[in-house]
């Protein structure tokens, strides 16, 4: 038999047992993986200075939310702390006066942590919250050196006022003298991070409230969310 063919056939031999090596064997699906990415393109993110964008349903740090006019969502009901796994939700509630209003219902949180050296960032959280005041943003660097930076306090926690908005607290006669539904009509979408920066809130649709038992006769009622 000539040296050629005996080549030509020793080269289809070993191409085969390697083949059937790296397909059909545990070890062999092993080394395929390494085999595999050498040759592929080299993917280099170029963290910190181009971020790659997060998925839309990323779970980043919270957000304590505003209505448009200023007054915050939160109305210190302790649900989502008693939602979290970790224990890592401390709120405080307190009543608004008179003189200063925080929050159009009853009660605000005067205080409002979150701990991030607990938190697992699952989410319960702003799935237990009632008026959509905690939210979930885009934003994961978090991460600091010492435990005490972890902790988050509601200053950092709350949006930004939106604009035309005022910061809190207003004055409790003005927020009555403007006859808004806030439960209802005034709803705004949670605002999110998008490469690390505040977008502001958004004017949507009515809240799931407003759904439910609509306001007649309210203008600024809109069904949907
Ligand atoms: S995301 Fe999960 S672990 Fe973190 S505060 Fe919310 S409920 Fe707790
Ligand atoms: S963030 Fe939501 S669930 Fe938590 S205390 Fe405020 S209103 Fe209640």
């Given amino acids: 038999m000539p040296a050629a063919i005996v080549t030509v056939l020793t080269f289809l031999v070993l191409v085969a047992l390697a083949w059937l090596f790296l397909t059909r064997t545990v070890l062999g699906r092993g080394f395929s993986v390494p085999l595999r990415t050498m040759l592929r393109a080299p993917e280099t993110a170029q963290y910190p200075e181009q971020p790659r964008p997060v998925q839309p349903r990323f779970h980043g740090r919270h957000q304590l939310n ?31 006066t008179p003189q200063a209003r925080y929050s159009p219902g009853e009660r605000y949180a005067e205080d409002y942590q979150i701990n991030y050296n607990r938190c697992i960032l699952c989410g319960l959280c702003i799935e237990a919250c009632p008026t959509r005041a905690l939210t979930m943003t885009h934003d994961f660097e978090i991460s600091a050196d010492n435990y005490d930076a972890l902790v ?8 930004p ?41 958004t004017p ?10 609509p306001e007649v006769g309210d203008p600024t009622h809109r069904k949907g969310r």
Wanted: hydrophobic share 35%.
């Fill in 152 to 159: 988050w306090t509601k200053d950092q926690l709350l949006s």
């Fill in 204 to 213: 949507a649709s009515a809240s799931r409230a407003a759904q439910v038992v």
């Fill in 66 to 96: 505003r209505y448009a006019d200023g007054l915050e969502k939160c109305i210190g009901c302790e649900l989502c702390a008693w939602a979290c796994p970790a224990d890592a939700i401390y709120v405080q509630g307190e009543n608004n």
């Fill in 161 to 201: 006022v939106p604009p035309g908005g005022e910061d809190t607290p207003h004055p409790d006669r003005e927020v009555r003298a403007r006859g808004l539904n806030y439960y209802g009509g005034l709803a705004v979408t949670p605002p999110t991070l998008h490469g690390g920066r505040f977008a502001p809130a």
